[in-house]
């Protein structure tokens, strides 16, 4: 959709919202989602129990499910009209809080009893602040684990993944699992690799690597250690070709091409587990990502927050409170398989459901999870980054000449900010 027409579509659905009559000494408060169908429902029966425990406020409900949400939401705000309590993703938390779009919660939290603060991942908690403030807090966590067609391994004799596996272990079952077809579209893989943003940087951590030295503002992806983790993943492509030549674009479809049977291994998170619960005689399971030099993953989240421009703060921290509850996320955890964030709900009800795969993996590996670079200017000046990464990934560059271009672009672009 182009921009002009964006903007028409915003001011018309918040001018019928203006428009619209409401019961006299009600309150409409608004949400903002970015979820698939089957989320959506689950929010609308979660709203309906708010409303019925909540009379005199009535939510209206707003979910923009395709990649521009993001983008969407930014408009409203700077249109003035920001939805009072909005679903964010974790990389727009921070630039949010920094442009003064967002509650600092923590007055609100002191004055009800509601919200068990203390029940949040502390982590994650710290990852919501920004300047000593609370602005968010996660609704679910999700960490990069290795998904795996056990169908596969077992046909080609290839033992399971397993705890404390490595890259030579990755790298070696990949070979055995890649088989060339008549043609190319009969192709198996042994494995499919997103190097792009942030899926790159487990791999650079566990190597010994940093992406960022926020002290100075300095880029660091141009390491040794970060050099030595990127070769290895663009290897898998070009040199063992156990990998497809994918595009950004073709990466979007693996998770079918997994669920096909063409790929025997593929990076994800608890997000895609509803997508491979709907495919037919696959039988799949999780394990840890390989472990270079040391373990690590990415540490992410999707959060929930109130605009700072709410004319309703109570009810809004009401319907804030009632979506981050442990019984909404028991239920999104039982319905959809989101990974919880409260402590008492991941490893409770979550860890001890009886599930077709292994939770343990997930809840285990937030404990050497890692956050990307959380500071306001990232969604910025990443491009740079994913700009040289897609240009190793195509053999354009050599690993060294892009990372060291990058490494110059987001270090320069971050200097007029310090």
Not at 209 to 232: H, W, Y
Request: hydrophobic share 40%; with cysteine; charged share 25%.
């Amino acid at each position: 959709m182009r921009k002009g027409g964006l903007f028409l579509w915003i001011a018309l659905g918040l001018l019928a919202a203006g428009c619209a009559t409401k019961p006299a000494g009600q309150t409409t408060i608004t949400l903002f989602t970015w979820v698939p169908p089957q989320e959506y429902r689950l929010n609308l029966q979660l709203i309906r129990e708010f409303e019925k425990t909540h009379t005199g406020v009535e939510v209206r409900y707003i979910n923009e499910p395709g990649g521009r949400a993001m983008d969407k939401l930014q408009v409203m705000i700077g249109a003035g009209k920001p939805p009072d309590v909005m679903s964010i993703h974790g990389a727009f938390v921070i630039p949010l809080a920094a442009q003064g779009a967002l509650l600092d919660l923590e007055p609100l939290i002191r004055q009800q009893r509601e919200l068990n603060l203390s029940d949040f991942l502390p982590r994650m908690v710290n990852m919501c602040r920004w300047q000593g403030k609370l602005y968010s807090l996660p609704r679910y966590t999700s960490v990069y684990v290795m998904f795996y067609n056990k169908g596969l391994f077992d046909a080609a004799g290839v033992p399971l993944p397993s705890d404390g596996w490595t890259w030579d272990g990755y790298l070696a079952a990949a070979k055995k699992l890649t088989k060339r077809g008549a043609s190319p579209a009969q192709d198996q893989w042994g494995c499919v690799i997103d190097v792009w943003s942030a899926r790159a940087f487990p791999w650079i951590w566990q190597s010994g690597g940093e992406i960022l030295d926020k002290k100075t503002m300095r880029c660091l992806v141009n390491s040794p250690q970060a050099i030595e983790a990127v070769q290895f993943l663009t290897s898998l492509r070009h040199r063992w070709k156990v990998c497809p030549p994918t595009s950004q674009e073709d990466y979007r479809e693996t998770k079918e091409w997994f669920k096909g049977g063409r790929v025997a291994m593929f990076v994800s998170g608890a997000w895609d587990i509803q997508v491979l619960r709907q495919a037919e005689n696959l039988q799949w399971d999780v394990a840890p990502l390989p472990k270079g030099k040391q373990p690590a993953t990415l540490l992410g989240m999707e959060n929930y927050a109130i605009a700072a421009k709410t004319e309703h703060p109570r009810e809004a921290f009401e319907l804030f409170s009632f979506l981050l509850s442990p019984r909404a996320q028991k239920l999104m955890a039982d319905r959809l398989d989101k990974q919880p964030s409260l402590h008492s709900v991941l490893y409770g009800p979550y860890l001890k459901a009886k599930v077709n795969y292994n939770r343990k993996v997930l809840v285990d590996a937030i404990s050497y999870g890692r956050e990307a670079p959380n500071i306001p200017e990232w969604t910025r000046v990443e491009r740079h980054l994913n700009e040289q990464m897609d240009r190793i990934w195509q053999g354009e560059v050599s690993v060294e000449e892009g990372l060291r271009t990058a490494a110059q672009r987001v270090t320069q672009a971050l200097r007029p900010r310090r």
